[in-house]
């Protein structure tokens, strides 16, 4: 029998791929499984070797019967779909993908091997997806940035006017002073808001070592502060997380803003006592992050139990002045975004009511 210890070296280059490979013997029998299988598998290389792959199918005869006919030569390669079952996550939905299966050359001891290719079919989709978000966003905020500064330009004029105005109508006219304040206001408030559009693109980044648990954690103690009755933080944590480089306070500030908007719109649930916001760190591998691949990045999952996104504005959140919230200004996911895109990440968002996930992911080096 072929010794599977030193297979994994001979494979070495499947561990490459972004998709899941797995290479099986005739009967079924896992030989090898790449990074991106285990990754999706949430098992260990360990684990899978000498597992049969077919038991991991909603559908194992298909699947059975292909193996049997490819290595047979009946056929040197064949398609089909199919949903895979995640191992011990078998209360979850089965994940729709496309299974290539293909001939290979045979083992050192002559028995037959089969190459098995497993594309997740929303990969695809997924990953145009996150393409055109960045592009929009990158569209939106030149938009937003060049908007922002042909508002802010004449400001300055119609405050100054508004002051001197009071000043002229103090003696003359007291009671038309209170129109001047007004405009002050307004002003001052439209200046607020300009300032807060283009704050993530005027200030420079303080980089140093990081720690994504240090910043969960600090994140978590001010928002538990501001809500110390009815909403419970837990934390699922992988603690293989290294440190890495990137802005520790803007990193903050990305977190709190989706973890406050999380908590704000669990009023209803904080009421009742039952409000719940997850942090969940994962290490994914052979990550595409817009149109950049990295070995290794971190996932941030921002998990809460709330309403959800509206439907009609869920395509749109991470965009300027766009809220689902009555009396929010539409920055805070904009700026958090921002923030990501600084980093090299991104930040995407699954929701559905009674469970909304922002997912950060930030390349490792």
Known sequence: MTDTSLLPAEFAGLDLLATMVVVVRADGECLFANAAFENVMRLSRRAVQRAQLPD??????RLTETLAGVAANQYS???????????????????PVHVIVSQMDAGVDGEPRVLVELIEIAQQARQDRDERSLDQVQATKELTRNLAHEIKNPLGGIRGAAQLLAMEFQDDNPELTEYTQVIVHEVDRLQSLVDRLLAPHRRAHVVGDVNIHEI???????VLIEYPRGLDIPRDYD???????????QLIQMTLNIVQNAAQVLGSRIAAGDAQIVLRTRVARQVTIGKQRWR????????????????????RIFFPLVSGREGGSGLGLTLA?????????????ESEPGLTNFRITLPLP
């Open 56 to 61: 991991w199918f909603d559908d194992p005869q």
């Open 77 to 95: 390669s064949s398609r089909f779909d199919a949903s895979l079952r995640r191992g011990a996550w078998a209360h979850e939905d089965g994940l």
């Open 337 to 349: 975004q921002t923030i990501a895109q600084q980093h090299q990440g991104m930040i995407d968002c």
């Open 216 to 222: 969960c954690e600090r994140v978590r103690a001010l």
């Open 239 to 249: 603690t293989s997380l290294p440190d890495f480089r990137g802005d520790r306070e």
């Open 296 to 315: 290794l990045a971190l996932e941030l999952h921002i998990e809460d139990n709330g309403p959800g996104v509206p439907a009609e504005i869920r395509d």
